[in-house]
């Protein structure tokens, strides 16, 4: 699809766009009266949620489409300084940074963000298409020609020039406003720097290490760690930042591999882990111990344990945004203090069932107990 053909769709689908309600067949958008009953959610009313390299060009044109469409839209949940829905989902992430990371709750909340994206996305944006997601497995020593980089039908390729802006692509243009302490007064562009030796924790050995792994701690940590770190600094730049990482739109397609190993080791044994959620709800204040009182699960040991790469030590250079929790002291990359109790863990330290999902409005709050099943009536999706 040309750029001008792009531009006419995206005038038609946002004159039409009021009509494309929240709550359209197979989608659930927020629902006044509560959340339906679990047999809301049959199989025809789940998304499909596909690898990018198995849906068709028309369909890659109009997710494209729909996330240009999100980076023009007005915002419109009263967050300072957002112009854009794009803005909005950014803000929603770097708020509340220190919280959704190295937790019990990292698989939980980024699984509740993909929901509240989806919605803008099929909501504001009219997208109808199946959501894709970033299938790493094949792209393991070719990560610059992976099919999600593509300059014509995907998001454009590695950053270029001294600033490492993304040179080609779709999103050549996209303006980020929202830095990691929350200011917006300097707009900045998309930034990559690719690296394959950072990216070698997608490979299958890394994937299988953490889809056997028994217990939750054990499979959160190992995914976070590889293939979820690897992902962020193999592409680099914005996505290397921990707390500014959703500004590249390929963070949605990686967080939703990520959902999909999640999910893959939840099936293993459903009976159990549809409820098997733990870890800290606060991240240690430093990468050697745990939060005072916190003698079991330490999520950051688990992290430095568990998994293989990445590693900056054995890949030359450091990306930017710096190691895991690098801006992330307790308490840092939010100014919301709102957030701090949010967690609604009955004071306690580990995560539990009923802790707080929060996306600045976007969607309503859920429970971590919500997303827990992807065909409950939140989630109400299917991996194909
Ligand atoms: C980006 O902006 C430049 C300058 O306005 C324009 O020529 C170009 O077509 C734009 N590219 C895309 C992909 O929007
Ligand atoms: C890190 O945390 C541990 C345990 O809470 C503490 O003993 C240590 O002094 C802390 N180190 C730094 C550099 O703050
Ligand atoms: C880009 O990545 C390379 C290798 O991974 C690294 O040496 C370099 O410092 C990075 N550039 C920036 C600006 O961070
Ligand atoms: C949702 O969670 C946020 C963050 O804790 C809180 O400030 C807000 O009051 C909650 N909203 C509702 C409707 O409960
Ligand atoms: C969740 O909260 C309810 C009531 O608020 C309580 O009965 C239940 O024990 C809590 N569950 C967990 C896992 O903390």
């Not at 997608?202 to 054990?218: K, Q």
């Not at 976070?224 to 290397?240: A, L």
């Not at 004071?347 to 802790?355: A, F, Q, S």
Request: proline residues 9%.
């Amino acid at each position: 699809m040309t750029v001008l053909t792009r531009a006419i769709a995206f005038f038609l689908l946002t004159v039409t766009a009021g009509v494309a309600a929240h709550g359209r067949p197979g989608r659930p958008g927020p629902r006044p009266g509560g959340p339906p009953p679990e047999s809301w959610c049959s199989p025809a009313r789940r998304s499909q949620r596909k690898p990018w390299q198995t849906l068709t060009d028309p369909q890659r044109d109009d997710y494209i489409r729909a996330s240009l469409c999100l980076a023009e839209m007005p915002a419109r949940h009263g967050i300072e300084g957002a112009k854009t829905l794009w803005d909005e989902l950014h803000y929603a992430h770097i708020a509340q940074s220190a919280f959704i990371h190295f937790v019990g709750g990292f698989l939980p909340w980024h699984r509740y963000f993909l929901v509240a994206h989806e919605t803008l996305l099929r909501g504001d944006c009219g997208y109808q298409g199946p959501m894709p997601y970033w299938d790493q497995t094949n792209d393991v020593s070719n990560l610059r020609g992976a099919a999600v980089f593509d300059p014509i039908s995907g998001f454009g390729g590695d950053g270029v020039g001294p600033d490492l802006c993304i040179g080609d692509g779709p999103f050549v243009n996209l303006t980020l406003r929202f830095n990691e302490d929350l200011a917006f007064d300097e707009p900045y562009c998309l930034v990559r720097n690719m690296s394959e030796c950072l990216f070698q924790g997608a490979a299958p050995s890394f994937v299988n290490d953490c889809l056997g792994a028994e217990t939750y701690v054990d499979a959160w940590a190992c995914l976070e760690k590889s293939p979820h770190i690897s992902g962020h600094w193999g592409v680099g730049g914005t996505m290397s930042n921990t707390l500014l990482s959703p500004g590249d739109p390929i963070f949605f397609l990686h967080h939703g591999w990520l959902d999909r190993l999640w999910w893959e080791w939840q099936s293993k044994d459903l009976a159990t882990r549809l409820t098997e959620v733990d870890g800290p709800n606060i991240i240690p204040t430093n990468a050697t111990g745990p939060p005072p009182g916190q003698r079991r699960r330490r999520g950051m040991d688990w992290l430095r344990r568990r998994g293989g790469p990445p590693d900056d030590s054995t890949c030359p250079g450091t990306p930017l945004g710096g190691g895991p929790g690098a801006g992330l002291a307790h308490g840092g990359g939010t100014k919301n203090k709102a957030i701090t109790d949010y967690f609604n863990d009955g004071g306690g330290i580990l995560t539990t069932l009923n802790h707080t999902l929060w996306s600045a409005g976007i969607i309503p709050n859920a429970t971590i107990a919500e997303v827990m099943d992807l065909h409950g009536p939140l989630v109400c999706a299917d991996y194909v």
